[in-house]
């Protein structure tokens, strides 16, 4: 599973990077905001920071916005993907910036039909928001895992089922054994996957049994 860090925070991006277990960054409107930065520098430096895809979301509504908004945040690095929401005319923006070899991602997506059309318009990713179908009293990893069989039903549909609105580890762990291609995480949740108390406290006692011993272990 890829991990993708959603957060438009360059500082926590860089963090995060570090692990080198980082393969892409998502952000949208709203992390803009919050980071208070210029979208395109931000953008821009994002890239810089890592290799693998980062989503940048257009604003406006019709189709020939959505392009020519896609087109000049595909300009900003070759890792941008467009981020497009999930409608009408944010399919034919995803057909047209895909036939470009952009990279889109459609967003907003809560049913297994919206899916599937994204995948028709030749979406490179789809963001199901398990997190935000939770909230609103439905069972958000049943879309992940219907969009799976979906998709894995058609040779042709190449899509890459990307959870978003991830709250929590668990959801993380259910969308893996779901078969979702990629999670994007808040940068809290992902410092929650390594923690367990059970680590925490081996760790300890073998580092005490080990300086009851006096001895070193050789770096060379
Ligand atoms: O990037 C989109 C997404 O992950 C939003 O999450 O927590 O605002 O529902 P949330």
């Known amino acids: 599973m890829k991990f993708f860090i959603d957060s438009a925070d360059v500082g926590e991006i860089k963090t995060w990077a570090a692990t080198g ?35 940048a979301e257009v604003t406006a509504t019709d189709v020939e916005g959505m392009i020519a908004e896609g087109r000049a945040l595909a300009k900003i690095a070759e890792n941008v993907a467009v981020k497009v929401p999930l409608t009408w005319a944010g399919l034919r923006a995803c057909k047209t910036l895909t036939e470009e070899d952009t990279m889109v991602n459609v967003t907003l997506c809560f049913s297994a039909n919206q899916a599937l059309l994204a995948a028709k318009a030749g979406a490179t990713f789809i963001s199901p928001f398990i997190g935000r179908l939770d909230d609103v009293g439905e069972d958000g990893m049943a879309l992940i895992r219907d969009i799976r069989a979906i998709y894995d039903n058609y ?43 059970l680590t925490e406290k081996g760790l300890a006692a073998f580092l005490a049994d080990w300086a009851k011993t006096g001895q070193t272990v050789p770096r060379k």
Request: hydrophobic content about 45%; some cysteine.
């Open 21 to 55: 277990l980082i393969d892409g960054v998502t952000t949208n409107p709203s992390l803009i905001a919050k980071s208070g930065r210029k979208f395109t520098d931000a953008i821009a430096e994002i890239c810089d920071l890592v290799d693998g895809p980062v989503s």
């Open 155 to 197: 040779m042709g549909l190449e899509t890459e089922i990307l959870a978003a609105s991830i709250r929590h580890p668990m959801h993380v762990t259910e969308a893996a054994k779901a078969g979702a291609d990629v999670a994007t995480l808040p940068p809290n949740v992902f410092k929650q996957l390594i923690e367990h108390p």
